[in-house]
């Protein structure tokens, strides 16, 4: 083997050394044990290792990264909960061995770190090939605060090295085949990992084009190659599985702090006292040794400015991305300065939501020119190694938090539990939260309880539909929630499924509404229904929650600011000043009622139909703790009616029960959007403004 050979390989074991040295020193070994899942319960973590967990437990279909397990009416394929379908998928073959209690995320996050400070030193080679180049290169692209953090908490997006690949495939003449075997890696590590790559390819596409170096049909032949490659992988991970799931919504809500990237947060050992939040998914803190490389490379940049028009198709990229990253809500030190944009922008821009991500490779590459900036001074090589140097002291702070991180063990399950969990095994199926629909702030529609009905549902081998999914079908949701608001107010419980209730549910059923062989159990702070399991009820008397009481005195008032939303159970929209409207087919209420010494009660309700002149007519039914006691027609031309709903009776009065499950049923319900040009989906069948308790 020739010498320069030799240099060649060792300069190349010298970035992946140090790659692994970081992930050692920030890590540690334990993450690699695969039975050690205990820093995977908390969250994103948690997400991830759910995932897969029931991808293993559940038999291959059709597409291969099928979940249905997880999620059950609102699952997806196994990359909407980012657990790595590149890792996933060929995992599952051997998962009948090796079962899916166990992880892989250690492993990845080791890989990523060598990629990343290997990938980062052949850039910094490509502006001065010596030793200390290689090592600081190595260092500074491996060490990048904003890629380690995500490491640490979101493992698939620690693929940042297919950012680094991208930039450097860039300007490489014969590059088309290495650039669809990027692009259909990409897709299946994470999708916003791959616009980002895809954006770098098109923006290469075009240079190369635009100078000559492809003709158009082989530009073509790239393009379709391209596409059948993404394609193909796209499939494999389950994102073609999604009917109408694309948007999220919530543009502008993770946007990137306008200068971010020169914010440490709570990172930096020697910048502590810039005291200036930074959003989570705005975080491009580069690190004192990145600061220093980036300022030099906008130095580089300004100087080379002439040469912008030849880089037209990179400025652009970069511009664009920077646009997206922004977002049009501007975001300075807590300040937020909101810019007009048209709805339909909004809307598309949910789909990337978390939008401050889109930066990353245009810091990365003005990191690149700073290389190249200062490798033109005289001792530049060993000038960056001091910029090394200076970084890795200056995160420390970043080691201790996500070493901290990595020691919080989540919830586990109580020992005192552990066999009741063994028997629920062989009596149910599923886990089901009843009500489903539960928004969380910043996690959207997701049950608070996720985690920890996870790792139940996981452990004893049960299905649920209490999941958090990346994206979900909007569709699937709302046949989810007809589906357990009808088991509730019918009363049609599964046999062979738990149910997660509502603390208020818990109470209402606790109120004599139990079905004679059923139990309440309490898990920790949860309540769950177990159909024909009363011998599985725990000491805890589960029903405690504390209910709205509607009384002869005091209405239930449901316009803004009237008192009533605690009485509020599922299907209802935010409060508006003429009452709630109903945004689902089917809307539940709980309370107490307090009557007075009469024989006979009934409830008078305030309604309005969601009528117009081309749709005259809403039937409305009305339950009352399992029976349906009114149906109704609403019509045009009402603005809102009086209508009343007997109760059973003797109810309420001392003995009796005095917790009422009332349930409004509009099959006809139709949304705005239906009739008029906008965007209010919602199924509006009916709007509930007021309950009074009258006595006969």
């Known amino acids: 083997m020739s010498q320069s050979a030799r240099g060649f390989l060792a300069k190349n074991a010298l970035g992946c050394a140090v790659g692994a040295a970081v992930f050692f020193w920030f890590f540690g070994p334990e993450v690699l044990d695969p039975a050690n899942l205990s820093w995977l319960k908390v969250g994103n973590r948690a997400q991830h290792q759910l995932g897969w967990m029931f991808f293993a437990q559940s038999p291959w279909g059709w597409p291969p990264a099928m ?145 000559g170096r492809v003709t158009p049909r082989r530009v073509a032949g790239e393009l379709l190659g391209a596409a059948a490659g993404v394609l193909l992988a796209a499939w494999l991970a389950g994102y073609l599985m999604l009917r109408d799931g694309l948007s999220g919504g919530g543009y502008g809500s993770f946007a990137m702090e306008l200068p971010s990237s020169f914010l440490p947060g709570e990172y930096s050992k020697f910048f502590r006292w810039i005291n200036v939040p930074v959003p989570y998914e705005g975080f491009l803190w580069c690190g004192a040794g990145g600061m220093i490389l980036l300022l030099g490379g906008l130095v580089a940049l300004y100087r080379k400015r002439s040469k912008a028009r ?163 079908s909007q569709r699937a949701l709302e046949e989810l929630d007809a589906l357990t608001s009808s088991v509730v107010f019918r009363q049609g419980w599964n046999p062979r499924t738990l149910y997660l209730l509502d603390g208020r549910l818990a109470a209402w059923l606790a109120d004599g509404n139990l079905e004679k062989g059923d139990g309440l159990l309490r898990f920790g702070e949860m309540e769950f229904l177990a159909p024909g399991g009363a011998d599985l009820a725990g000491p805890d008397h589960p029903g405690s929650a504390q209910t709205v009481v509607l009384s002869g005195m005091e209405p239930l008032e449901f316009r803004s600011g009237g008192g009533g939303e605690g009485a509020l159970l599922s299907g209802w929209s935010g409060p508006e000043e003429i009452g709630r409207w109903m945004d689902q087919e089917i809307a539940m209420l709980i309370f107490a009622v307090a009557s007075p010494e009469r024989s006979r009660l009934r409830l008078s309700c305030l309604l309005r139909g969601m009528v117009r002149p081309e749709w005259p007519r809403q039937r409305v039914e009305i339950w009352a703790n399992g029976t349906c006691v009114a149906r109704e027609i609403l019509q045009h031309g009402e603005e809102e009616r009086w209508v009343d709903v007997p109760l059973p009776e003797g109810f309420g009065q001392e003995g009796g029960r005095s917790k009422l499950l009332l349930g409004f049923v509009a099959p006809d319900a139709r949304a705005p959007a239906d009739f008029t040009p906008g965007d209010d989906t919602r199924r509006l069948g009916m709007l509930l403004r007021r309950i009074e308790l009258r006595a006969d």
């Open 310 to 472: 030849a880089f037209a198709p990179y400025v652009v990229c970069s511009v664009l991305l920077m646009l997206f990253a922004a977002t049009h809500r501007l975001h300075l030190g807590g300040a937020v300065m909101e810019l007009p944009l048209p709805e339909f922008l909004v809307q598309a821009g949910g789909v990337l939501r978390a939008s401050g991500r889109m930066a990353w490779p245009v810091v990365y590459a003005v990191i690149w020119a700073g290389f190249w900036f200062f490798s033109g001074w005289r001792h530049g090589s060993l000038l960056v190694c001091i910029f090394a140097a200076i970084q890795i002291a200056d995160i420390a702070p970043l080691r201790e938090h996500i070493r901290r991180g990595l020691s919080s063990r989540g919830e586990e399950v109580d020992r005192a539990w552990a066999p009741r969990l063994e028997e629920l095994r062989g009596h149910y199926d599923s886990i089901r939260r009843v009500p489903s629909r539960v928004t969380v702030p910043d996690l959207g529609v997701c049950a608070p309880e996720w985690r920890l009905v996870g790792w139940m549902a996981a452990t004893t081998g049960m299905a649920t539909d209490v999941a958090y999914l990346a994206r979900y």
């Open 67 to 211: 979940n249905p397990r997880y999620g059950m009416e609102l699952s997806a394929g196994i990359c909407m909960t980012d657990s790595l379908p590149l890792f996933a998928l060929p995992a599952k073959m051997f998962a009948p061995w090796m079962g899916g209690g166990v992880q892989y995320f250690g492993a990845w996050i080791l890989l990523c770190c060598i990629l990343q400070a290997w990938i980062g030193s052949l850039l910094a080679r490509r502006a001065a090939d010596t030793w200390a180049m290689t090592f600081a290169g190595a260092v500074l692209f491996g060490t990048t605060p904003f890629f380690l953090l995500r490491a640490s908490g979101h493992a698939a997006l620690s693929g940042n090295w297919t950012i680094l690949l991208a930039m450097l495939l860039c300007g490489r003449r014969g590059a088309a085949v290495w650039w669809v075997l990027l692009l259909s890696l990409t897709i299946l590590v994470h999708s916003y990992l791959f616009v980002m790559v895809a954006l770098v390819w098109m923006a290469d596409l075009g240079w190369r084009f635009f100078h």
